[in-house]
């Protein structure tokens, strides 16, 4: 469809049609006070070149760290081929077509990505893609509430060591909505839940348990005895998962005897750059039996009249369109442009090269965690393995420290401090396969020498 | 046309109510209605145990092209739901007054008197007025 915006000559012509004489006689209706005649603390408006010179001023003002830094967004390789593919005219779209059967080559690539993701989880059922993992998240919760029939608590477990900000969002987008998050802790010797802390809600409603694997700290929960332990209450569960992790560890639908009722993540590992945040796309999976209470879109595959393979949008009856007010969640559009990204670059990478990249990353964080510890004054924080990802514990305020690498072109990673103060002065970092021997060895190198100077100083 | 059976009574929200023998209520929706909805493709129906207050939704019938609430005609304590829909949601469209009822009921105190149920021929007079 061609979008050609209207010349001064249409314009003119619609508005001798409605008999008004200029476009702002369209307004009138809205009394002069309430209207401004212009934004004070915005600046005037710069053409196309300066802004492009502003951006690539900003752009080199950032440098080019070299990061460490992971917390729920992750720096890996991504071929060229996947963005080529993707910014292509016929993918170049944020949304799910309204007229979806019309356009069966995006329908593919959404039931596609829906295969992949079911099969990476070993879920039976996955969505067309959420807006990020958190929102992902809280729409899980939301899911959960709806789905478990037997409890009328609404209730949620969500323990410390899924990612803050998760937790933030699901607070948020579910706080008019009367579910309850109570928090669970962890253990300080090992960054992983404390099942200990689950005994306080032995013979309680509760709704559903969240898991986060690998965890906030990089840590590996007991995923199998959670999951029985809420199954056995008539609790759902809820997997907040890594899905490069998944290559290596054992997928959410294998959890415990049952496997979980519904898993989620952040799929901008699979393909989509580092980008102040965002946007990212998230993913949603679902045992078929819960299929009607998930979110979102489903596209399904069938038959047309002549018996020809084709495309579909399934499951549409519960959405904001049909449903208004009791749609199951106001998501419809989602993140169609991330999610073709993803589905191109699992389709490049296979499973075996998921499975190096998590097995690179895995190893490259290990070999960096025993770089580090290295330096006087860091320890590791906690015991036990972990994905790609690990907590260090510092001898002296983090921030100072990661200033002074920053100086060093390096992004350290992240300081919990402002996370889980309880943890003192504790760095979260990460390295993926993107990170070569000499990149940890600098790392290494140039903590060692901030260290140093801040002892001397 | 519609078929009414004369022995149930009826809601303007194209519920149907019949008392059992043992004073429970069975609730189902009406020909007119799962003629409307189309073919049924999944029927959600409440747990026994739960209380509901005449008005409530507490049922969902979800069409190919349309997704509706059933709500409780009189209010009381669900003693069942229907579980034989959940494989074969068609049995509504088949037989919406015998094998395709939603749920069971018992009745508040006094909830049947006060619930404002219609007979057969006052419900045929709301079809009327919606052209149906």
Redesign the interface.
Known sequence: MAFIPHTEADVAAMLKTIGAACLEDLFDEIPPQLRIKGLEHIPEALNEMQVGRLMSERARADGQLLSFLGAGAYEHHIPSAVWAITTRGEFYSAYTPYQAEASQGTLQMIYEFQTMIARLTGMEVANASMYDGASATAEAALMAVRANRRSHAARILVPTTLHPHYRRVARNTTHNQGLRFEELPYLAESGTLDARALAAFEGEDITALVIQQPNFFGRLEEVDALTDWAHARGALVIAVVNPTSLALLKPPGRWGAKGVDIAVGEGQPLGVPLSCGGPYVGFMTARMEHVRQMPGRIVGRTLDVAGNSGFTLTLQAREQHIRRAKATSNICTNQGLLMTAATIYLSLMGAEGLKRTAAASHARTRELVGLLTRVPGVRAAFAGPTFHESVLQLDRPVAAVLKGLATRGIGGGLDLSGYYPELGHALLVCATETKTSADLERYRASLGEVMQAARAA | MSQLPQDLKYTKSHEWVRTRPDGTLEIGITDHAQHALGDL??V?VP?GGRSVTAGDACAVV??????S?VYAPVSGEVLEGNGQLAAAPETVNTDAYGAGWLYRLRPAAGALAAAALLSAADYQKVLDAEGG
């Open positions: 493709v999944f959600e747990e979800e069409s190919v092209k349309a997704a609430d």
